[in-house]
């Protein structure tokens, strides 16, 4: 469309002018709008730009390459920003044991793994059921139970959740693991460090293992998202025998959420 041999009456809708009673750009934030009075979501002055929309959308700021794809997108409904698709506040959390760190397991009990580090100072039981136990009581092992728990700091979304395992002999076994957030006790009274109210964030189907031959890899289905601040998550793997120690490599992607 062009204004050329149009008059204002025809094209004065069209028009996005600053509302600032005639005196223009100045220092304080002005609303935009149109010849008619409708607001767009800008404001501007000389020296800051504001994008507002009037409801929450998916879309209040989209920034788009010739082709229109998103390179950098505000969402206000539900509160990210992403830059190439990807949210800008991305982080990764690695839980690991060594080969060996859980040798005296035992069969079908689910084991907590340590966070961000692959050295284990004991190993801790958290259940024998198909899903690790939804409370834990620290009686003797909270020197070893510490080094498990991922404290979470800010509430957080999850992402995506990847492990890795390799045997150290030559007949494997069936594994299955689990990322889990429970409620923890943070008084510093008898209590302090125990965990109720488990959720299963994240599971996958059993791996047969054949043994040191090969790794394995499994991304988990995420099954409870979003984990909120004053929680703690924990990384467990469980196997059906005990033909082989394991070595666990496992990669949490997400991001902060408030």
């Known amino acids: 469309m062009s204004l050329t041999g149009k008059s204002p009456s025809e094209t004065y809708k069209d028009i996005a002018y600053v509302d600032n009673s005639n005196n223009g750009v100045t220092t304080s934030l002005k609303q935009v709008k149109t010849g008619n009075g409708s607001s767009t979501a800008l404001q501007v002055s000389d020296r800051s730009l504001q994008v507002k929309s009037a409801t929450n959308n998916t879309t209040a700021l989209d920034v788009q390459n010739a082709s229109g794809t998103s390179k950098l997108l ?13 949210h800008v506040n991305t982080q990764y959390a690695h839980f690991g044991a060594a080969t060996g760190a859980l040798q005296s397991a035992n069969a079908n009990t689910h084991y907590a793994v340590t966070f961000n580090r692959t050295f284990q100072q004991g190993i801790v039981a958290i259940g024998t059921g198909t899903d690790p136990d939804t409370s834990f009581t620290i009686s003797s092992t909270a020197d070893d139970i510490v080094l498990c728990y991922w404290y979470i700091m800010d509430n957080i979304t999850i992402d995506r959740v990847v492990w890795w395992s390799g045997a150290d002999a030559s007949s494997g076994d069936t594994s299955r693991c689990h990322l889990m957030s429970y409620s923890i006790d943070s008084d510093n009274g008898s209590t302090s460090g125990d965990l109720s109210s488990g959720t299963v964030l994240a599971d996958g189907a059993d791996i047969t293992n054949a043994g040191y031959e090969q790794a394995y890899y499994q991304q988990m289905t995420i099954q409870s998202a979003d984990v909120t601040a004053g929680k703690v998550v924990l990384f467990t793997h469980r196997t059906d025998s005990i033909n082989s120690d394991f070595a666990i490599n496992a990669t949490i992607k997400y991001h902060i959420t408030g």
């Open 74 to 86: 505000v969402d206000t409904t539900n509160n990210y920003v992403k830059a190439n698709g990807v």
